[in-house]
């Protein structure tokens, strides 16, 4: 059984709340690990967020309970008429996570059978130790970066064998493919996705996240590869031009990286789109339907190594590349 973080800093959080609680002499110093416990949050910025909700609405609790239960009394009944108002309330305030924290307080009061000031002040005080414990223990946070690594490193591979599998499949050589780094790339974008927002929440201060500006245009250009699929499987290898894109797609499976060469494909793009232009105009339908396919996959292509241009600075300069041969 595998114990993770939170559940260590809770553990190790509320038992230290309710030793303080209980060493400053408060009566309801259990109350305190209850409210540790519900403010350890995933990320810092959660935390505090979490313990600004708790904090309005234990305050506000505070308010309502003293006038509620020595208006009406201390009876079951008034609890009912208490959160009758008192949560439409924290819905206003915009503090409803903090309902379940706010019920220990109220619950306190009721219990003493008369609300005073100086248990009052023990409520606030039993408020911030018992916060105070779950903000401390949340401002240690593990880092992310190593699993965000691991999935960079599973996509990149996943990225690199879709290119390569189309270049397969437009040679006629793998018609068998199924498509599963695909759905597998999928999974991927959407645990990084999960990990990459906990992590930049962890980092308050921090404007720019490189890991959540990276999955982001890995992101798009899925989409994009996802697009190119149903373009690829109606080339034929008997038209030039898709020879020797599927030549393309194969160099482009080689050079999928966190680095930028995509300007090294954007000019042999350009010389691909040459080609197509200078081709004879279509004689039969069927050419002219592969000719609509390959148009739509050249801009498909394009928009994907665009999307990677914009993203990083160039590992390298444009170079003239030698005219691919038409075969």
Same mark, same amino acid.
């Given at each position: 059984?595998?114990?993770?973080?939170? *559940? +260590?800093? @809770?553990?190790?959080?509320?038992?230290?709340?309710?030793?303080?609680?209980?060493?400053?002499? &408060?009566?309801?110093?259990?109350?305190?690990?209850? +409210?540790? #416990?519900?403010?350890?949050?995933?990320?810092?910025?959660?935390?505090?967020?979490?313990?600004?909700?708790?904090?309005? $609405?234990?305050?506000? $609790?505070?308010?309502?309970?003293?006038?509620?239960?020595?208006?009406?009394?201390?009876?079951?009944?008034?609890?009912?008429? /208490?959160?009758?108002?008192?949560?439409?309330? @924290?819905?206003?305030?915009?503090?409803?996570?903090? #309902?379940?924290?706010?019920?220990?307080?109220?619950?306190?009061?009721?219990?003493?059978?008369?609300?005073? &000031?100086? &248990?009052?002040?023990?409520?606030?005080?039993?408020? *911030?130790?018992?916060?105070?414990?779950?903000?401390?223990?949340?401002?240690?946070?593990?880092?992310?970066?190593?699993?965000?690594?691991?999935?960079?490193?599973?996509?990149?591979?996943?990225?690199?064998?879709?290119?390569?599998?189309?270049?397969?499949?437009?040679?006629?050589?793998?018609?068998?493919?199924?498509?599963?780094?695909?759905?597998?790339?999928?999974?991927? +974008?959407?645990?990084?996705?999960?990990?990459?927002?906990?992590?930049?929440?962890?980092?308050? /201060?921090?404007?720019?996240? *490189?890991?959540?500006?990276?999955?982001?245009?890995?992101?798009?250009?899925?989409?994009?590869?996802?697009?190119?699929?149903? /373009?690829?499987?109606?080339?034929?290898?008997?038209?030039?031009?898709?020879?020797?894109?599927?030549?393309?797609?194969?160099?482009?499976?080689?050079?999928?990286?966190?680095?930028? *060469? $995509?300007?090294?494909? /954007?000019?042999?793009?350009?010389?691909?789109?040459?080609?197509?232009?200078?081709?004879?105009?279509?004689? @039969?339908?069927?050419?002219?339907?592969?000719?609509?396919?390959?148009?739509?996959?050249?801009?498909?292509?394009?928009?994907?190594? #665009?999307?990677?241009?914009?993203?990083?600075?160039?590992?390298?300069?444009?170079?003239?590349?030698?005219?691919?041969?038409?075969?």
């Amino acid at each position: 059984m595998k114990i993770g973080y939170r *559940t +260590l800093k @809770t553990a190790v959080g509320a038992p230290i709340a309710v030793s303080l609680a209980q060493w400053v002499g &408060l009566s309801n110093f259990i109350s305190a690990g209850i +409210l540790t #416990i519900l403010c350890i949050q995933p990320s810092r910025k959660s935390s505090f967020l979490s313990a600004w909700q708790r904090f309005v $609405a234990c305050a506000a $609790a505070v308010v309502f309970s003293w006038v509620i239960f020595e208006l009406i009394g201390y009876y079951t009944i008034s609890i009912f008429i /208490l959160l009758l108002l008192f949560i439409p309330a @924290t819905v206003t305030l915009k503090a409803t996570p903090g #309902i379940a924290s706010s019920s220990v307080v109220m619950l306190n009061l009721y219990g003493s059978g008369h609300v005073t &000031l100086s &248990l009052i002040g023990e409520q606030f005080v039993l408020i *911030t130790i018992g916060l105070g414990t779950g903000l401390l223990m949340n401002l240690y946070m593990p880092s992310l970066e190593n699993k965000l690594k691991k999935l960079q490193i599973r996509l990149e591979s996943n990225f690199s064998r879709i290119l390569y599998e189309y270049s397969l499949y437009i040679r006629d050589e793998n018609e068998m493919w199924r498509g599963k780094e695909i759905a597998i790339t999928e999974d991927i +974008l959407v645990d990084a996705k999960q990990l990459v927002i906990r992590d930049r929440d962890n980092h308050l /201060l921090r404007n720019e996240h *490189t890991f959540y500006n990276y999955f982001k245009m890995r992101e798009r250009q899925f989409e994009l590869l996802k697009k190119m699929l149903p /373009l690829v499987t109606h080339l034929t290898k008997t038209d030039a031009i898709a020879i020797e894109i599927a030549d393309f797609f194969e160099r482009l499976s080689k050079a999928v990286h966190p680095g930028n *060469t $995509a300007v090294t494909f /954007l000019e042999e793009l350009k010389e691909l789109r040459r080609e197509f232009h200078a081709q004879d105009l279509p004689g @039969t339908r069927e050419e002219f339907e592969t000719r609509a396919y390959l148009f739509q996959l050249l801009n498909e292509i394009e928009d994907y190594l #665009i999307i990677k241009n914009k993203f990083k600075k160039s590992d390298e300069s444009p170079r003239k590349h030698r005219k691919v041969k038409m075969k």
